[in-house]
């Protein structure tokens, strides 16, 4: 039903004069002409003219991704920060947005506001946009008078974390889209190029290299069963987005091989851990007790192992047992991070060490992301001419022995 709301409003475009007689012009998101009007006058705006902004074709509603989130936190923080009142800051910024369906969303949380709802309230009728975490801070952030700078504080986690998913993203992706372009490649040749020297092969009268018969026959094998190859490959990839979007079993599995495997779980490992002690540094410097900021510390972590895990320590965390201790029984929490938070514990600065914690593992993920990608570049390189590479020398192999035929 919260999401209906953002569906009706319509751009609006319009022309009018401010206090001081001065024309301007701009755009505005509402169910109605009339709202339009009514915002307009409240903002001390007389409208001359107002009208439907026209849609091409192309235009979509657009999507929002958790960077548009992350840039409404920050966007909506320094407006406050300036001393913008915050009707008025929704206003600015769902404006200001170049993504349409941002835009809708923004302006119909700042109708929300305007019809009394606390801030909170409005944003957890967006719950696809706006997690418990989020409203957790700004419903904190309104109870104790200071909204501002537990906006400040969520824009800055927003921020952390979506580096943080940049950083791992552009570790998988080359690799992944340099060995897609080498598959292109290699089935070009098989599919196109390699019966070309079939033919030509034929007239030689010899017996040709086993390496060359052997392309030609995978040559053979993808002209002739290509579709079914291709169908398969297609049905295992659906299969496995399919499975992973729906069984938790699936992604619990697949989560705990990705924290075993040689070069990328670590990484997978230190972006967890860092997301949990950012999150926890967040969550409890806004006040919100221990046990309740932990359910969403453990949805922040991005892995189903290490969310089970808080979920357990939450558990024993409730029952009076330290977290330094509920850290330990897990097994995957490094010493050091058990120690550190064991420190903020008895100091009673859980948040400013957490906060540590968690700018430790960003920049040791950054360091091994680069690391990672200076790594692989030279791997791939390889992989990809072993493959392209393989597939002329065989073809050249009898071409080489052209001369002992003759």
Do not use: C
């Amino acid at each position: 039903m919260a999401e209906t709301a953002v569906a009706t409003n319509t751009p609006f475009l319009w022309e009018g004069t401010d206090r001081n007689g001065k024309k301007i012009k701009g755009k505005s998101l509402a169910g109605d002409e009339a709202s339009v009007r009514a915002d307009l006058r409240r903002q001390g705006v007389v409208p001359t003219r107002i009208r439907k902004q026209r849609q091409s074709m192309f235009s979509g509603g657009g999507k929002i991704t958790s960077g548009d989130i992350a840039l409404f936190s920050r966007q909506l923080a320094t407006m406050l920060a300036a001393g913008i009142p915050l009707v008025q800051s929704f206003e600015i910024v769902g404006n200001g947005h170049e993504n349409a369906a941002m835009q809708k969303l923004i302006l119909a949380i700042k109708t929300d506001v305007e019809g009394g709802s606390a801030l909170a309230e409005a944003l957890a009728k967006h719950p696809l946009y706006f997690d418990d975490l989020f409203v957790n801070l700004v419903e904190a952030g309104e109870q104790a008078g200071a909204l501002e700078s537990l906006l400040e504080k969520v824009a800055t986690y927003k921020e952390k974390t979506e580096a943080i998913k940049k950083k791992i993203k552009k570790a998988l992706t080359y690799p992944a889209a340099v060995l897609v372009v080498a598959f292109v490649v290699t089935a070009i040749l098989l599919i196109f190029v390699i019966p070309s020297f079939e033919d030509l092969f034929k007239g030689f009268g010899a017996d040709l290299p086993t390496f060359t018969r052997m392309v030609i026959d995978l040559s053979a094998f993808v002209r002739t069963q290509g579709v079914f190859l291709a169908l398969g490959i297609g049905g295992a990839i659906g299969a496995f987005l399919y499975f992973k979007k729906r069984s938790r079993k699936f992604r619990h599995y697949l989560d705990r091989i990705m924290l075993k495997l040689p070069v990328i779980g670590p990484i997978m490992q230190k972006a967890s851990i860092a997301r949990y002690a950012r999150t926890l540094s967040t969550m409890f410097a806004a006040g919100v007790p221990l046990v309740e900021a932990m359910e969403s510390v453990a949805g922040a972590t991005g892995n189903i192992v290490y969310e089970e895990a808080v979920l357990v320590m939450r558990d024993e965390v409730a029952t009076g047992q330290r977290l330094q201790v509920a850290m330990e029984n897990t097994d995957l929490f490094p010493n050091m991070v058990i120690q550190m938070i064991a420190v903020g514990e008895e100091s009673g600065s859980l948040d400013e060490m957490s906060a540590k914690v968690a700018d430790f593992f960003e920049d040791d993920v950054d360091n091994a992301v680069d690391n990672l990608s200076s790594l692989l570049e030279p791997l791939i390189m390889a992989i990809l001419g072993v493959l392209v590479g393989g597939l002329v020398v065989a073809m050249y192999l009898p071409i080489f022995k052209l001369g002992a035929v003759v």
